[in-house]
């Protein structure tokens, strides 16, 4: 027995080795023979105690229930037709059968020697299923849209055209990979799609840009934005200005001595100081709060999941130093930025490189310098790999002969096939559309931003940025429009919803030059508050700014010949007319009570004689003048005038007394003024005084006419179409169908003049819709006939033509040698004029009739041959 026992049981390694197979079927079996067996046990025993029966209740009020787990489906990969696609997509050539090759073989090295590192995404399949290189599915590209020239405008190209579509699961990498030309197509991709287009445009327009395969955070691979700040409302980084340091001379009027006290001064800063770092304290504090409130819920993949993205690496098209773009946002980050986990692998369209480095701590320390391999492993050596930065050493001469000898060496390298991915290809107007269906929505902090395709809306809107009070979006506080191609130039409009003001930008080339309005949304009338900012370059009067209120409007002005830089004007109520409704009608302007003008200081007068300010006091018939102040004095000169009482009258004398006038004088040395240039400095003053109510009156006019401009344009608004814009200009639409049309007039004006030769014969014989043997016959001889007559009368008429001018001629010549004697020296010339036009005439008619005679022949064969090609006379010929 035990001899037989050992040779039946199996030793150690026969049990390793062995394969043992148990069914379910066993495995319920041998389940449901246990539990019977427990039961016969427990029948066949005594009854339970009072104490087993308690602990036996216990016991069944534990429930164990099976976990749920959620499978992540897989996404499957998506079938095309073959037939729509090139032979390049369907077949690898034997370059790429290599290149797969080599791939696979480093593939199989790296698992096993990184065993728990993730797999790399080497040769995926295309739309063919067909497996290829991702280095080859690059295809760089430089399509002819100057907006993709740059890295940004070809970012927000790619984000914008694209609906993105997650990796499903989320943490295995996607097992096909769609050409960009395809891509470009169907308007949408994964991330890993999203980046190989935007490097493609990347490298074609000449940036070292290349994909990552790596990881992030679930925001990221999600395009969530709900968190991030909307690019248009991030701050412009400020740019210091660097003060230049005053040039200390050496001959300077020392500065007068501080005579505060230092330790006050010390104090008072050490107060400012704790203020300060208060302020900073609490908004920390603050900024804190909000964060842990905003900050998003744990992630269970977190830093499993796989995304990819673009990498732009400095020194190609001056980009100073390394950074990211996200493909789904056409956003930049920089190269340490806590979005993105861990990098797995990049690839240009000419190599491939494995990160070989810690990426515990993100991606925040990390090198990029490709030249390094124990940093980044690459497959392919020799292709565009950079080289190490090493220090320059000194050149020895003796050395130049085996550098040369080395240079001639060149070791051959495994070359990357050219890409297998058709030419990328968009239309200008699917550029123009930007996003599916031309418009696209995007959702941030606080904020939603819409997006429109050009010439989409009647309007002209491209863009509409809502900026909201909460995180469900609902509470609207700030609306943003931005519009482009619009007759009347509005860019920019933004309302404001707690304000309630509306403030609007123009481009330059509108009427009346206006580049910026800003007024209430409720008060959109005249004599209202509003203010207008202009184009003074544009402008004859220099306007800069005008600031209108109820009852007054102020007026900035920029490089006028007067020196005037500022107008304002103060009016009253206006005074309730009553009447007919006529007269009801009529213009009732606000009453000006008061005006003040600003000038520079003109330095061709003396401070004291040159104006600054004027005020006109409407309502108590006075004008103020202040002059200028003189750099040895501290105070202005300074005058006022009373209007007389009929200053009002055309033509009148106005009376003048001292009493009309005060002054103060800053210098009491100076000369005083005669009493007739007071007078006619008053005559200047309200002429002045009166060109200046011209002014406001026309100010207030011209907002009157800006204000219904506004109104009309708003009500149907207008968009510019360019000249060269042939599918949307109806006026280039209309003269190219004009041109078509006169086309065909000219087409068929030269059929209908090619005229049926056999017409007059066949109306002799009635027109009959069969022709006959002898009918054929006869209209035969009767055209050819024909023809001949008109041959030989030609012929005629060109001999007798001929014949006419030499008969003409031998007159001329026997008149001639009658009168030769007797004839003047201008009739000789007259003759000899007659002879050589006569003997031109005749050459004429004579190579005319030698050529007719030879051509003649020729056209009675052609007819003839013609005739029996006819359709109509060929079945009897």
């Known amino acids: 027995m035990e001899d037989e026992n050992h040779e039946s049981s199996p030793t150690e390694g026969e049990t390793e080795n062995k394969e043992v197979e148990i069914n379910d079927d066993d495995v319920e079996d041998a389940d449901n023979d246990d539990g019977e067996s427990s039961e016969n046990d427990v029948n066949d025993g005594e009854e339970l105690t009072e104490d087993a029966d308690m602990l036996k209740v216990e016991l069944d009020k534990m429930q164990v229930t099976e976990p749920k787990t959620k499978l992540q489906k897989k996404k499957s990969i998506e079938i095309f037709d073959p037939d729509l696609f090139p032979t390049s997509y369907k077949d690898n050539l034997p370059k790429e059968l290599v290149i797969l090759q080599y791939a696979e073989s480093f593939r199989r090295q790296y698992v096993h020697l990184f065993r728990d590192r993730k797999p790399l995404l080497l ?33 927000e190209f790619v984000a914008d055209y694209l609906n993105f579509e997650t990796l499903e699961p989320p943490f295995e990498l996607p097992q096909q990979l769609i050409s960009p030309a395809t891509v470009l197509r169907r308007q949408k991709g ?10 493609s445009l990347l490298i074609g327009a000449g940036y070292d840009a290349y994909v990552v395969s790596g990881y992030a955070n679930k925001d990221t691979c999600l395009a969530d934005e709900l968190r991030e700040t909307c690019p248009l409302l991030r701050k412009k980084e400020e740019i210091k200005e660097q003060e230049k340091k005053k040039q200390i001379k050496k001959y300077t009027v020392k500065p007068p001595k501080d005579l505060r006290s ?35 819920p744990p992630d269970p993949l977190f830093g499993l999941r796989i995304h990819s993205w673009v990498l732009v690496l400095s020194g190609k098209r001056e980009v100073p130093e390394h950074f990211f773009i996200e493909p789904f946002t056409g956003l930049s980050h920089p190269v340490n930025s806590g979005a993105y986990l861990g990098i797995e692998s990049i690839w240009n369209h000419l190599n491939y490189w494995v990160c070989m480095q810690d990426c515990s701590d993100g991606v925040a320390k990390l090198s990029y310098d490709l030249g390094d391999c124990t940093l980044w492993e690459y497959i392919f050596p020799g292709l565009d790999k950079p080289q190490l930065l090493i220090p320059e050493a000194e050149e020895d001469l003796d050395n130049l002969d085996d550098d040369e000898e080395k240079e001639e060496e060149v070791e051959n390298h495994l070359d990357m096939p050219p890409s297998w991915v058709e030419p990328l290809h968009i239309s200008h107007q699917d550029f123009e559309m930007r996003c599916p269906k031309g418009e696209k929505t995007k959702l941030y902090k606080r904020a939603k931003l819409d997006k429109f395709a050009h010439y989409l809306r009647d309007d002209g809107l491209v863009s509409k940025l809502s900026i909201y009070n909460n995180k469900e979006l609902t509470e609207l506080i700030m609306l943003k429009e931005y519009f482009d191609h619009r007759i009347d130039k509005l860019s920019i409009r933004v309302h404001n919803y707690l304000t309630g003001m509306v403030t609007e930008h123009f481009h330059p080339g509108r009427p009346k030059q206006l580049k910026e309005h800003n007024y209430h949304a409720n008060a959109t009338e005249p004599e209202n508050e509003r203010t207008m900012i202009f184009y003074d370059e544009a402008r004859h009067d220099g306007l800069v700014k005008r600031e209108e209120k109820p009852l007054s409007m102020t007026e900035h002005f920029k490089g006028r010949e007067d020196f005037l830089f500022y107008r304002h004007a103060e009016f009253g109520k206006k005074s309730k007319k009553l009447g007919p409704q006529d007269e009801i009608s009529e213009p009732n302007p606000r009453p000006i009570l008061k005006m003040i003008m600003k000038f520079h200081p003109n330095p061709e007068k003396p401070a004291n004689a040159d104006i600054r300010k004027v005020v006109f006091l409407v309502a108590e018939d006075k004008i103020q003048i202040t002059y200028h102040t003189e750099n040895r004095h501290i105070a202005s000169s300074f005058r006022e005038f ?52 011209d002014a406001v009156r026309e100010s207030e006019e011209e907002v009157k006419e800006i204000l219904a401009s506004r109104l009309k344009e708003e009500a149907k608004p207008q968009l510019e179409i360019s000249v060269y814009d042939t599918e949307r200009n109806e006026k280039a639409k209309k003269h190219r169908r004009d041109l078509e049309e006169k086309q065909k007039l000219e087409r068929k004006r030269k059929q209908d003049m090619e005229i049926d030769y056999l017409a007059p014969f066949l109306a002799h014989i009635g027109d009959p819709e069969k022709i006959t043997k002898n009918q054929a016959i006869k209209l035969k001889e009767d055209c050819l006939g024909d023809l001949k007559q008109r041959l030989i009368d030609k012929a005629n008429l060109i001999q007798s033509r001929f014949e006419k001018e030499t008969q003409e001629l031998q007159k001329k010549q026997a008149w001639y040698q009658q009168n030769q004697v007797s004839m003047s020296k201008a009739d000789e010339e007259d003759y000899l004029n007659y002879c ?16 007719h005679k030879e051509m003649a022949p020729h056209k009675y064969m052609a007819l003839e041959q013609k005739l029996r090609n006819d359709p109509r006379l060929s079945e009897h010929f």
């Open 836 to 851: 050589s036009e006569t003997m031109f005439r005749i050459n004429i008619l004579e190579s005319r009739l030698n050529r």
């Open 642 to 693: 009373i209007k007389p009482q009929n200053w009002e009258e055309k033509g009148a004398i106005l009376a003048w007394s001292q009493d009309m006038h005060s002054t103060f004088q800053a210098d009491p040395k100076s000369e005083n003024v005669k009493q007739v240039e007071l007078y006619q400095t008053l005559l200047l003053l309200l002429k002045i005084e009166e060109s200046c109510r």
């Open 190 to 199: 994964n991330c890993f799609e999203y980046s190989t287009l935007l490097c």
């Open 123 to 155: 040769s995926p399949v295309n739309e063919c299923n067909v497996e290829k290189f991702v280095c080859t599915t690059i295809r760089p590209s430089q399509l002819p849209f100057k907006e993709l020239y740059n890295w940004h405008g070809a970012a």
């Open 262 to 296: 230092k330790f006050e001064l010390k104090m008072e800063v050490r107060k400012q100081d704790e203020i300060k770092a208060e302020a900073d304290r609490k908004k920390a504090e603050e900024e804190q709060r909000l964060a842990e409130l905003e900050k998003p």
